[in-house]
């Protein structure tokens, strides 16, 4: 059977942002050095803070505060928060790309709805979406500060599903953490982790996703698109 006739149907794609669609990792384990150093803490490998990344921000935060103590106090966190995003205000575009092959993934995917659903916070959002010219690929883009619980609850889910008539088997969400393949499989919907993203390969292999992704690209190997419909 030839692959034209495996590939799976879907309705809609919902993607994860960070480690997803783009490349991130170093502006956001920038930002958390400028906030240990800011609080009078030395920088620490920009490999080893990348490590960190994948759960949000406070939690990158704790871990990274969490060097010298194990239970950094909610002051010290909220002073650190505020300096992170400070600085990641003016840097989140210095190093941030879209990974390979992204912009023509969304353009043979342009008859679907589109749609992005991430737990960064919406002011960031809307800055890296825009500037990197691909906010008008998606119907809907739901922020982390647009919902009461974020992922792995499928309420970001559930949002960007409103008002749409398909059914949650028919949805693909495509993230690079457990959190993305949780909320998918939490409504139904198939899960397609990534491991070229913010957090280890084997992490999510080991999930087992009903689909892995090693490239953005790839994602068009497994779904009937515009081309291949």
Known sequence: MSARHTKRHAATFIFDLDGTLVDSGRDIAEAANHARGALGRPVLPLEQVMTYIGDGVPMLLRRCFAVEDPDPADDLLTAARKAFDDHYGRHCLDHTRLFPGVLDVLRRLSRFPLMVATNKPRRFTDQMLGGLHIDGAFRR???GDDVVNKKPDPEMILLCLEGLDVQPSEVAVVG???NDISAARAVGAVSV???FGL???GEIIAARP???LNAFAELTDHFATRDSA
Do not use: E, F, K, W
């Open 193 to 195: 982790g990534c491991t």
């Open 176 to 178: 690079d953490s457990l």
């Open 199 to 201: 957090r280890p390969a």
């Open 210 to 212: 009903d689909v892995v």
């Open 141 to 143: 883009i739901v922020a």
